[in-house]
C-alpha cells in the first residue's frame, strides 16, 4: 500500500533540507497571499475565503499527497465553476459541492483511477485552459478599469455588451495603479529574485493608491473587514433537494481538480526528477475539499506556478509546502486587517496576469496546426468554455476526444486478402511468417486482421468480409496482429462464421493470440466455431482446408514457426497461458 511522500521524505531529512524547506515555504506563502485573494474574489466568494482555503486545503493537500512538491490552494481553473454554483445556489450550495467533489476524489484514489485521469488529449486540456484564461480577463476588466457599473453579467457575450455599454465610466486612477501593479509583475522578477514579484506588487500597488490619496475601491469598501482568524468548523446548510442538482458541478470541480493537481505533479517531476504517487494525492485532494469547506473555504487543487515557485526556491519535500499554509495562517493573523486596504484594480492587474500565462497562447496556435480532428476539439473545447458552460465543455471535449481516438483506432485495425493458388511463393514476401510464402489450395481464402479487433473497427471488418466476390470452400480469418478483441469483435466474428456456413464455407481462425482466445473460451462462440477450427498458426489451418477439401497436407514450411507465444497441439486448439 502506498503512503504519502511525507512518510518516504522524513526517513532521511536532515537539518539542511529543513533550512531549504523552510525559506521556499516561506516564499510560497508569500506569493499566495495575492493569489487568494484574488481568487476569492473573483469566485464571486469574500476575499479571506481564499486566504482559508490555502491554509486549510494547502496543508492537507501537502502533508497526505503524493508528491514531494506539490502546493495546493485555489487556482484559476476553478473560478468560473465556483462563480456559477455561488450565484445559483449560494455559498452553503459551493460548501455542499465541494464537500461531493471530496468524497468523489478520495474515490477515485482508492479505485486506483490516479493512473488514468492525468492522460486528458492535450486539445482538451489547452482549450479549456485558455476558455478559463479568457473568462477570468473577461471578469476582471471592471476592476482593472474601475468602471463604474452595477453586478457584472454573468455570460460571456452580455458581459463584454456591458462593458461597451459603460465604457464611458473608466476610472484613471485604477487604470494607473492596475498598470503599475503589471509593471511590477513584468519586471521585479527581473529586478530581485529574493521577494516575490506579486508580493511586491500588492505592497506598491496598495501604497500609491493611498499615498497619493486615488480614487479607487479597495477591498474593504466592498467586502467590509476581512477576517483575521479561522472560523469554527460546521457542514453547509443545503436542502437534500438541491444535492441532485450539485452532483454535476460537484463532478466538475472533482475532474477539474483531479486533472489539474496531477498535471502540476507530472511537471514537478520534471523539474525534480522525482515521480508521485497519483493514487496517494487524489486521496489528498479529496480529503482537502472535504475540509475545506467545513473550514469556510472553496474547492482546491494543485497550483502549477506555486508549485514551480517551491521548488525553484529549493523546496524539495512536503515539509515545504506545509511550510507556506502555516506562513499563509501567520500573516492572515497579525496582518489580515490591513487586507481591507487592497486597491481592487491591483488585484485584477494581477489576474490578468494569471490570465495570461494561464492562456498558454503558444500552444493554443502551435495546436491549430495539428490534424484536423484535434484541431476540432480544441476549438470546440475552447467556444464551449467561453460562450456555454465549464461543465459541458469538458464532458463534450473528452466525449469528442474519444469518438476521434475510436476512429484512429479503427483506420489503423485493417483486414487484408490473401487467395493462395498453386504455384512458386512471393519471392518478394520477406517475412517468413507472410501468407505470400505459402502455396495453399484454390478454392481457400485468407483474411488478415490487423491491429486491434474492437467495436470501432468490428464494422469495417464485417464490411470487407462481405465483399468476397464468390464464396470461397475455406475462409481461413488470421489474426496473428490482433493483440486484442472486445464483445463487439467477437459478434463480428459470429456473424462471419455464420454467414461463411450459410453459404457451405468451412471458417477457421489461426494465430489466435493469449487474450482473443480467453476471450473466445469464455463466450459461446469457441463453441460456435468449433476448437477443431482454431489454430496456432496458418500452415495448420492450410493443412485443416486441404483436408476438407481430400488434398494431402504439406508440411510446415522450414521457414515457419509459430507466430504467438504458444504451440498448437494436437488437438488443433491453441494452448492459453
Given at each position: 500500500?502506498?503512503?504519502?511522500?511525507?512518510?518516504?521524505?522524513?526517513?532521511?531529512?536532515?537539518?539542511?533540507?529543513?533550512?531549504?524547506?523552510?525559506?521556499?515555504?516561506?516564499?510560497?506563502?508569500?506569493?499566495?497571499?495575492?493569489?487568494?485573494?484574488?481568487?476569492?474574489?473573483?469566485?464571486?466568494?469574500?476575499?479571506?475565503?481564499?486566504?482559508?482555503?490555502?491554509?486549510?486545503?494547502?496543508?492537507?493537500?501537502?502533508?497526505?499527497?503524493?508528491?514531494?512538491?506539490?502546493?495546493?490552494?485555489?487556482?484559476?481553473?476553478?473560478?468560473?465553476?465556483?462563480?456559477?454554483?455561488?450565484?445559483?445556489?449560494?455559498?452553503?450550495?459551493?460548501?455542499?459541492?465541494?464537500?461531493?467533489?471530496?468524497?468523489?476524489?478520495?474515490?477515485?484514489?482508492?479505485?486506483?483511477?490516479?493512473?488514468?485521469?492525468?492522460?486528458?488529449?492535450?486539445?482538451?486540456?489547452?482549450?479549456?485552459?485558455?476558455?478559463?484564461?479568457?473568462?477570468?480577463?473577461?471578469?476582471?476588466?471592471?476592476?482593472?478599469?474601475?468602471?463604474?457599473?452595477?453586478?457584472?453579467?454573468?455570460?460571456?457575450?452580455?458581459?463584454?455588451?456591458?462593458?461597451?455599454?459603460?465604457?464611458?465610466?473608466?476610472?484613471?486612477?485604477?487604470?494607473?495603479?492596475?498598470?503599475?501593479?503589471?509593471?511590477?509583475?513584468?519586471?521585479?522578477?527581473?529586478?530581485?529574485?529574493?521577494?516575490?514579484?506579486?508580493?511586491?506588487?500588492?505592497?506598491?500597488?496598495?501604497?500609491?493608491?493611498?499615498?497619493?490619496?486615488?480614487?479607487?475601491?479597495?477591498?474593504?469598501?466592498?467586502?467590509?473587514?476581512?477576517?483575521?482568524?479561522?472560523?469554527?468548523?460546521?457542514?453547509?446548510?443545503?436542502?437534500?433537494?438541491?444535492?441532485?442538482?450539485?452532483?454535476?458541478?460537484?463532478?466538475?470541480?472533482?475532474?477539474?481538480?483531479?486533472?489539474?493537481?496531477?498535471?502540476?505533479?507530472?511537471?514537478?517531476?520534471?523539474?525534480?526528477?522525482?515521480?508521485?504517487?497519483?493514487?496517494?494525492?487524489?486521496?489528498?485532494?479529496?480529503?482537502?475539499?472535504?475540509?475545506?469547506?467545513?473550514?469556510?473555504?472553496?474547492?482546491?487543487?494543485?497550483?502549477?506556478?506555486?508549485?514551480?515557485?517551491?521548488?525553484?526556491?529549493?523546496?524539495?519535500?512536503?515539509?515545504?509546502?506545509?511550510?507556506?499554509?502555516?506562513?499563509?495562517?501567520?500573516?492572515?493573523?497579525?496582518?489580515?486587517?490591513?487586507?481591507?486596504?487592497?486597491?481592487?484594480?491591483?488585484?485584477?492587474?494581477?489576474?490578468?496576469?494569471?490570465?495570461?500565462?494561464?492562456?498558454?497562447?503558444?500552444?493554443?496556435?502551435?495546436?491549430?496546426?495539428?490534424?484536423?480532428?484535434?484541431?476540432?476539439?480544441?476549438?470546440?473545447?475552447?467556444?464551449?468554455?467561453?460562450?456555454?458552460?465549464?461543465?459541458?465543455?469538458?464532458?463534450?471535449?473528452?466525449?469528442?476526444?474519444?469518438?476521434?481516438?475510436?476512429?484512429?483506432?479503427?483506420?489503423?485495425?485493417?483486414?487484408?486478402?490473401?487467395?493462395?493458388?498453386?504455384?512458386?511463393?512471393?519471392?518478394?514476401?520477406?517475412?517468413?511468417?507472410?501468407?505470400?510464402?505459402?502455396?495453399?489450395?484454390?478454392?481457400?481464402?485468407?483474411?488478415?486482421?490487423?491491429?486491434?479487433?474492437?467495436f470501432g473497427a468490428a464494422e469495417s471488418f464485417k464490411e470487407t468480409?462481405?465483399?468476397?466476390?464468390?464464396?470461397?470452400?475455406?475462409?481461413?480469418?488470421?489474426?496473428?496482429?490482433?493483440?486484442?478483441?472486445?464483445?463487439?469483435?467477437?459478434?463480428?466474428?459470429?456473424?462471419?462464421?455464420?454467414?461463411?456456413?450459410?453459404?457451405?464455407?468451412?471458417?477457421?481462425?489461426?494465430?489466435?493470440?493469449?487474450?482473443?482466445?480467453?476471450a473466445l473460451s469464455h463466450s459461446a462462440l469457441l463453441d460456435e466455431?468449433?476448437?477443431?477450427?482454431?489454430?496456432?498458426?496458418?500452415?495448420?489451418?492450410?493443412?485443416?482446408?486441404?483436408?476438407?477439401?481430400?488434398?494431402?497436407?504439406?508440411?510446415?514450411?522450414?521457414?515457419?514457426?509459430?507466430?504467438?507465444?504458444?504451440?498448437?497441439?494436437?488437438?488443433?486448439?491453441?494452448?492459453?497461458?
Amino acid at each position: 500500500m502506498q503512503v504519502p511522500k511525507l512518510v518516504t521524505t522524513l526517513k532521511s531529512y536532515d537539518r539542511r533540507q529543513f533550512g531549504a524547506d523552510l525559506v521556499a515555504g516561506v516564499i510560497v506563502g508569500i506569493v499566495a497571499i495575492p493569489l487568494a485573494i484574488a481568487f476569492a474574489i473573483a469566485s464571486g466568494v469574500p476575499p479571506e475565503r481564499g486566504l482559508y482555503t490555502a491554509i486549510v486545503a494547502g496543508f492537507i493537500i501537502s502533508a497526505l499527497g503524493g508528491s514531494r512538491v506539490q502546493i495546493g490552494g485555489p487556482t484559476g481553473a476553478f473560478v468560473v465553476i465556483v462563480y456559477g454554483i455561488v450565484q445559483r445556489y449560494g455559498i452553503d450550495g459551493l460548501a455542499a459541492a465541494t464537500l461531493m467533489a471530496g468524497v468523489i476524489l478520495v474515490a477515485m484514489g482508492a479505485l486506483g483511477f490516479g493512473s488514468v485521469i492525468k492522460f486528458v488529449p492535450k486539445p482538451v486540456v489547452i482549450g479549456f485552459t485558455s476558455g478559463i484564461a479568457v473568462i477570468i480577463f473577461s471578469g476582471e476588466v471592471k476592476d482593472f478599469l474601475g468602471l463604474r457599473m452595477g453586478d457584472v453579467p454573468a455570460h460571456f457575450v452580455e458581459k463584454w455588451q456591458a462593458f461597451a455599454q459603460h465604457s464611458g465610466t473608466v476610472n484613471p486612477d485604477a487604470v494607473i495603479v492596475a498598470l503599475v501593479t503589471m509593471l511590477v509583475l513584468v519586471y521585479g522578477a527581473k529586478l530581485t529574485r529574493r521577494v516575490p514579484a506579486p508580493f511586491v506588487a500588492l505592497l506598491l500597488g496598495t501604497a500609491v493608491a493611498h499615498v497619493f490619496k486615488l480614487d479607487v475601491e479597495t477591498v474593504g469598501s466592498r467586502f467590509g473587514a476581512v477576517s483575521a482568524t479561522l472560523p469554527a468548523p460546521a457542514l453547509p446548510h443545503i436542502q437534500f433537494g438541491h444535492l441532485r442538482e450539485l452532483a454535476a458541478p460537484a463532478f466538475t470541480i472533482a475532474m477539474l481538480g483531479a486533472v489539474e493537481s496531477l498535471l502540476s505533479a507530472v511537471v514537478s517531476d520534471g523539474m525534480i526528477g522525482g515521480r508521485h504517487r497519483s493514487n496517494v494525492e487524489l486521496v489528498a485532494q479529496g480529503v482537502a475539499n472535504i475540509a475545506s469547506p467545513i473550514f469556510g473555504g472553496i474547492p482546491a487543487t494543485g497550483a502549477i506556478a506555486r508549485t514551480a515557485t517551491n521548488v525553484k526556491s529549493g523546496g524539495r519535500t512536503p515539509v515545504a509546502g506545509m511550510t507556506h499554509a502555516i506562513t499563509l495562517f501567520v500573516i492572515m493573523l497579525f496582518l489580515g486587517k490591513w487586507a481591507a486596504m487592497i486597491p481592487l484594480a491591483t488585484l485584477a492587474a494581477i489576474l490578468v496576469m494569471v490570465a495570461y500565462h494561464m492562456s498558454e497562447w503558444r500552444s493554443f496556435r502551435t495546436e491549430l496546426t495539428a490534424p484536423k480532428s484535434d484541431v476540432a476539439v480544441l476549438l470546440a473545447t475552447f467556444f464551449l468554455t467561453v460562450l456555454v458552460d465549464l461543465t459541458v465543455a469538458i464532458a463534450v471535449g473528452r466525449v469528442a476526444a474519444a469518438f476521434m481516438f475510436m476512429r484512429r483506432m479503427a483506420e489503423v485495425t485493417n483486414v487484408r486478402a490473401f487467395v493462395p493458388e498453386n504455384g512458386e511463393p512471393d519471392d518478394f514476401a520477406t517475412d517468413p511468417h507472410a501468407v505470400q510464402r505459402r502455396a495453399g489450395p484454390r478454392g481457400v481464402e485468407i483474411y488478415e486482421v490487423d491491429g486491434p479487433f474492437f467495436f470501432g473497427a468490428a464494422e469495417s471488418f464485417k464490411e470487407t468480409i462481405r465483399q468476397i466476390a464468390r464464396s470461397p470452400k475455406v475462409l481461413i480469418l488470421r489474426m496473428r496482429n490482433v493483440p486484442v478483441i472486445d464483445s463487439s469483435g467477437m459478434h463480428a466474428l459470429r456473424d462471419v462464421v455464420r454467414d461463411a456456413r450459410r453459404e457451405g464455407t468451412l471458417a477457421l481462425l489461426s494465430d489466435v493470440h493469449t487474450q482473443p482466445f480467453m476471450a473466445l473460451s469464455h463466450s459461446a462462440l469457441l463453441d460456435e466455431i468449433g476448437e477443431e477450427n482454431l489454430f496456432g498458426n496458418v500452415d495448420d489451418a492450410l493443412n485443416r482446408a486441404r483436408a476438407h477439401l481430400g488434398l494431402p497436407e504439406v508440411p510446415r514450411p522450414e521457414f515457419a514457426t509459430p507466430t504467438v507465444a504458444r504451440e498448437t497441439p494436437a488437438g488443433g486448439v491453441p494452448r492459453a497461458e
